[in-house]
């Protein structure tokens, strides 16, 4: 595999920021005064996130996509999100590499 010097840049400034919107959550979270309808909302975001990234790789890519994406879907009926997503990585890693495509 080859990175180019772009897609380095990339995955580092993606990097970067996902990191500071974390520590900027955990910093703001204490400090915040939440209902329990805002707090519910809050809630709501990580499964969210996670529906979003997974749409596009269930409509619009192959069948070991979709297949991964319907499976990490019952994952997230019986996981938490960390699990879930575990499922889902390690269900993609294991149809690309092993089933012929």
């Known amino acids: 595999m ?23 959550g955990l ?3 204490d400090r915040l005064q939440l209902g329990p309808r805002a707090k519910a909302a809050v809630d709501a975001i990580p499964p969210a996130v996670l529906v979003a990234v997974i749409a596009p790789s ?12 319907a499976i990490t879907i019952i994952a997230a009926t019986r996981f938490p ?7 889902g990585v390690g ?10 495509g």
């Open 58 to 69: 269930l409509l619009a890519t192959g069948w070991r996509e979709t297949a991964a994406s």
């Open 91 to 100: 269900t993609i890693v294991l149809l690309r590499h092993v089933v012929p």
């Open 81 to 87: 999100l960390i699990g879930t997503v575990a499922v």
């Open 2 to 24: 080859i990175v180019d010097l772009p897609t380095l840049v990339t995955i580092v400034a993606m990097a970067v920021v996902t990191y500071a919107t974390r520590i900027g």
């Open 27 to 29: 910093a703001l979270g």
